[in-house]
Nanobody
Framework: QVQLVESGGGLVQPGGSLRLSCAAS????????MGWYRQAPGKQRELVAS???????NYADSVKGRFTISRDNAKNTVYLQMNSLKAEDTAVYYC?????????????WGQGTQVTVSS
């Protein structure tokens, strides 16, 4: 069994910063990619940023230059530093990871953490 536990969401004013964390635990043999997705009300879930085990990163155009994804492989943890937040960043943010359990790769999701950007 694998769990992804997120933390760090909340309410912030426009222009402010937040840092999200997501820790993976359980019967993990290896983690390939970890990332963050978000879903705003009435919209589809979208990729925000991802990072591979080799630290190769990918960002949505809407967050480039404002968000930074990083990873601590020893702790099976991924972080998302969000700066210069805008109202349109308001969404539920979900952690995602591609994890090998025993000999099988699978896709895992966290429970989501709310980020609200408002004055």
């Amino acid at each position: 069994q694998v769990q992804l536990v997120e933390s760090g969401g909340g309410l912030v004013q426009p222009g402010g910063s937040l840092r999200l964390s997501c820790a993976a635990s359980g019967s993990i043999f290896r983690i390939y990619a970890m990332g963050w997705y978000r879903q705003a009300p009435g919209k589809q879930r979208e990729l925000v940023a991802s990072i591979t085990s080799a630290s190769s990163t990918n960002y949505a155009d809407s967050v480039k230059g404002r968000f930074t994804i990083s990873r601590d492989n020893a702790k099976n943890t991924v972080y998302l530093q969000m700066n210069s937040l805008k109202a349109e960043d308001t969404a539920v943010y979900y952690c995602n990871a591609v994890i090998m359990v025993h000999t099988t790769w699978d896709n895992y999701w966290g429970q989501g953490t709310q980020v609200t950007v408002s004055s």
